[in-house]
Every structure is written in structure tokens, then in C-alpha cells.
């Protein structure tokens, strides 16, 4: 079993900082990459961020770069995103995604947390 546990979003003003965190635990075999998703209403999910293992490549949404950073501590299997200078269409409820292999299965697959609502509002 893997579970992943979110943290840090929150009601912020507009221009704003959040960091939102995300850990891992359980039956961890290896990890390849993390990323952020968000879904506001009526949306579809769309990437946010992602970073491979090791901090080596980041890939970010036009509509957050130079933003919002993502960085990695693997020695806690934990990913981060930290966002600045938020904005009304940053609204949304933010997922973690690890794509990871567990002790269970020889195959790597997603893993999704439970969201965490981010709301951006004067």
C-alpha cells in the first residue's frame, strides 16, 4: 500500500504565497517522478508541475512558470510546490502525482493524493 498526504493550501490574497507539500509512504519500491495537477470547476485536470527523482528535469504549465517552483526531497519522499504571486485563475483543487513502482507490483503507476484546495480571493 502507498499513501500520499497533502499539505498547505489554504485562502490567500491575491499576489500571495503558498507551499503546498505532498509525502509518500508505504510499500515504496522506487520513484521516477512527482508533479502537481489542479482541477478548478467545470475544468479538466491539467499538469501544474512535475520533476523526475533526484531533482534532475522540472517541466512546468506556461501559465505558472517563473511563479511557481517545484523541488523534491527524496529522502523523505516528498514533493513541494511552492507558489508565489498567486492569482484568481490559480483557484483550484491541487492533486500530487507520484509515479512510482511499490514493493507489490513490477510495474510502475500513479498515485494521487487526496487534493488540497487552494483559493485565491481578495
Known amino acids: 500500500q502507498v499513501q500520499l498526504v497533502e499539505s498547505g493550501g489554504g485562502l490567500v490574497q491575491p499576489g500571495g504565497s503558498l507551499r503546498l507539500s505532498c509525502a509518500a509512504s508505504?510499500?515504496?519500491?522506487?520513484?521516477?517522478?512527482m508533479g502537481w495537477y489542479r482541477q478548478a470547476p467545470g475544468k479538466q485536470r491539467e499538469l501544474v508541475a512535475r520533476?523526475?527523482?533526484?531533482?534532475?528535469?522540472?517541466r512546468y504549465a506556461d501559465s505558472v512558470k517563473g511563479r511557481f517552483t517545484i523541488s523534491t526531497d527524496n529522502g523523505k519522499n516528498t514533493v513541494y510546490l511552492q507558489m508565489n504571486s498567486l492569482k484568481p485563475e490559480d483557484t483550484a483543487l491541487y492533486y500530487c502525482?507520484?509515479?512510482?513502482?511499490?514493493?507489490?507490483?513490477?510495474?510502475?503507476?500513479?498515485?494521487w493524493g487526496q487534493g488540497t484546495q487552494v483559493t485565491v480571493s481578495s
Open positions: 520533476i523526475t527523482s533526484g531533482g534532475g528535469s522540472t
Open positions: 502525482n507520484f509515479f512510482l513502482r511499490s514493493r507489490s507490483y513490477t510495474a510502475f503507476r500513479d498515485y
Open positions: 508505504g510499500s515504496i519500491f522506487s520513484i521516477n517522478a
